[in-house]
């Protein structure tokens, strides 16, 4: 069995060093006298067999974490599904895989490749989803030509498996319990958010409102040089009470759709 505590501070500290201003955002919280909750940890993968959900989420599931949901991002060719916990303090997971056989042969080979690549240990290692990229020295032709055709393939091509975000839990805020709030605290200590749909996706009466800042840039060793290219993202959620007074735990696809594109901003 694993120590539940000791896996989740390696994913925050896996995070802290592929986030720049993670900690600089985190660290605004608690200056204002805030305890930060995570709502819930997002990770991507493909949905080849050998590193599927299946594959990603077994670990939690061992630790035990429950299946809640099932998800269909039908315009980004995405599967998706969220794990919870049973206490409200741990976060919930939320793990999404690209359907490989609905793109292109170029990028079902680069995949393929990656994952070829990876050894047997990595391949059987329980917490793969701390592994990152194994896959050797990425390449920037490739990453780009994956890029035109799936942000989230290229993001995987470089990054491998490693948390895409975290989400802070406005629910667990005292001074900042609107997601405007959180919003204009961010935006006013220059952190830069994602606009895709507008800043705030969703709303109370889809019971989940959320946010998120555009990814921070990382300088990345590829076999052609250094490029800077976006990394992670930090999310903000806000939920609300259902008819029956319990507070809604799920997602919402075209909210979400507007979050996976924190990661698109990028500029040659």
Known sequence: MYNQTEVFNKIWED??????????????????GETVINDHIAFRTFNDPRVNIDVMSKAFLDMGFEYVQDYNFSVK???ARHFESNSDKIPRIFISELRLEKMSPFLQRVAKDSVDKMSNDVLNNPLIFLTGRTWGKPSFDIYQKLRDES?????????GFRANHFTVSINSLKQFPEIKQVN???????????????????????LLEQSSTIAGK????FKEGIEEIPSCFYEFAKRYPDTDGKLFSGFIAKSANKIFESTNYYKD
């Open 151 to 159: 942000e989230y393939a290229a993001w995987v091509y470089v990054y």
């Open 184 to 206: 204009d605290l961010l935006t006013d200590n220059g952190f830069e958010l994602n606009n895709v749909g507008g800043t705030i996706k969703g709303s109370p009466v889809e």
């Open 218 to 221: 990382l300088p990345i060793e």
């Open 77 to 79: 060719h995405l599967n």
């Open 15 to 32: 995070y802290l060093t592929q986030n720049p201003t993670v900690k600089e955002v985190y660290d605004l919280f608690t200056s204002k």
